[in-house]
């Protein structure tokens, strides 16, 4: 495809001289015989380069620079000026201008000029290209996987990241929730303003609305001076509350009408004032319980959750251990340390009950006692050995018959077996099996086991 180039000019004959030069050349060249006439011509079908005269009666070349730019800033603008007005080329450069010629000039000038202007364009649009790609790469560089799961949250993220609703993050401790809440950021039209964060359970009840909303001088004692919240700091851009779950009931309500009316209030102020923020909340809880419990507003927690996105744990992902050995491994320094059989097997067995989290902490301190370039099972920690060891003397609850078993009948018996247990609390039986209880009543669902008293005629 011919690149597009647009000639403004008000002298007819150096008019037809650019336009037959450039077409020879081998452009798709436009012609306009003022600045209006070419910004509407511009409008209609926007091209790679702009050529136009600098002194033209009516808008002029340093009118036509600007708005030709105030509409479209990747468009390159280039200015004719006849000898003795190089000073208003240069103003006309400082306006954005790529390059100025001038007058009179040769043909091979005015072609040289246009190629490497042109050039220009093209590198630049490759530039955004793989700038565009490399941040689609990257924005997940912390948040490992590859796992049909993993595949789901990032899809999730990528098709809510740029939306204003609210998320809510659910998933057991230590399975990268920031790292989602931060991706989200990152791939927001936000990202260029800040990501506060803030962990409500590790403020004190006190000092946590001071921490979120700001306060006044002379509000409580010890208020010596103003002090800016979390959320005028992230005016703009993303606040994201981690461990929101674990909120003061008596606080809820001063959040809700943030989130619902875009307005805080300092302790101690007498007035709201308006702000533009997008809030990302994380959870550990089991937040049905929390309401149920009347632990947690519903009002508030459906405002938080408008967008759900459940983190899987580790155990449910194991595909993923391997990957994530090696690049904590790199992380750490270390890519060149590998690990035998055994032991891959025994790490991708073992529960992981901290999830990522812990298998980093575990993967530092195998790196720093390791004797050799290649960890093996005598180098793990003994509850991994113990836990996480494959085969028929491996200690498991189960005993597998020599033919094999299905899997979902296994899994079905394990949920029965556990219910039975907790005398059918779900609550505790999920407790039990380590999962979210969402996920028990998910299973449960699946393969159609009912409580006693439901499947009772």
Not at 367 to 393: A, E, Y
């Amino acid at each position: 495809m011919k690149p597009k180039i647009l000639i403004i000019d008000d002298d007819a004959s150096l008019r037809r001289v650019l336009e037959y030069n450039l077409q020879e050349a081998g452009y798709d060249v436009t012609a306009a015989p003022s600045g209006e006439d070419g910004l509407r011509l511009f409008n209609e079908e926007p091209p790679s380069l702009v050529i136009t005269d600098m002194k033209m009666s009516g808008m002029d070349g340093l009118q036509v620079l600007k708005a030709v730019k105030g509409q479209s800033p990747e468009t390159l603008v280039m200015i004719i000026t006849a000898f003795g007005s190089v000073d208003m080329a240069v103003e006309a450069m400082k306006a954005g201008a790529y390059d100025y010629i001038t007058k009179p000039f040769n043909r091979d000038e005015l072609r040289l000029t246009v190629a490497k202007a042109l050039q220009f364009t093209g590198l630049a649009a490759e530039n955004r290209r793989l700038k565009s790609e490399l941040s689609d790469r990257t924005e997940f560089r912390t948040i490992i996987g590859s796992s049909p799961l993993m595949e789901k949250v990032f899809a999730i993220v990528r098709k809510v990241a740029d939306s204003e609703a609210s998320v809510l993050i659910t998933g057991e401790s230590g399975t990268g929730k920031e790292l989602v809440a931060r991706s989200i950021h990152a791939l927001s039209g936000r990202r260029g303003g800040p990501f506060v964060a803030i962990n409500c359970a590790a403020i004190p009840r006190d000092l946590l609305e001071s921490e979120l909303f700001g306060h006044v001088k002379g509000a409580f004692t010890g208020a010596i001076k103003d002090k800016t919240g979390r959320f005028r700091l992230a005016d703009g851009g993303t606040l994201f509350l981690d461990e929101v779950g674990e909120l003061p009931l008596e606080l809820q309500p001063k959040l809700l009408r943030a989130l619902q009316e875009r307005v805080i209030e300092p302790v101690g102020g007498t007035g709201e004032s308006k702000l533009d923020v997008r809030v990302v909340a994380a959870t550990n809880l089991d937040m049905e319980k929390a309401l149920a419990d009347g632990a947690f507003r519903e009002d508030l927690y459906y405002r938080l959750s408008v967008i759900p996105l459940h983190l899987p744990p580790l155990r449910e992902r194991r595909d993923d251990i391997p990957l994530l050995l090696k690049y904590f491994c790199a992380k750490h320094g270390s890519s060149e340390v590998g690990f035998d059989r055994q032991a891959l097997h025994m790490l991708v067995d073992y529960a992981w009950p901290g999830n990522v989290r812990e298998l980093e902490n575990t993967v530092e301190r195998l790196l720093i006692m390791r004797t050799g370039d290649t960890i093996t099972s005598n180098d793990l920690p003994d509850k991994i050995r113990v836990n996480g060891s494959r085969g028929p003397s491996s200690g498991a609850v189960i005993n597998l018959p020599a033919e094999g078993y299905s899997l979902e009948q296994l899994e079905r018996e394990v949920v029965v077996a556990a219910l039975e247990r907790n005398a059918w609390n779900q609550t505790a039986a999920a407790r039990f099996l380590r999962v979210p209880r969402h996920t028990l009543i998910y299973r449960m669902e699946k393969y159609g086991i009912t409580t006693p008293e439901k499947s009772a005629p």
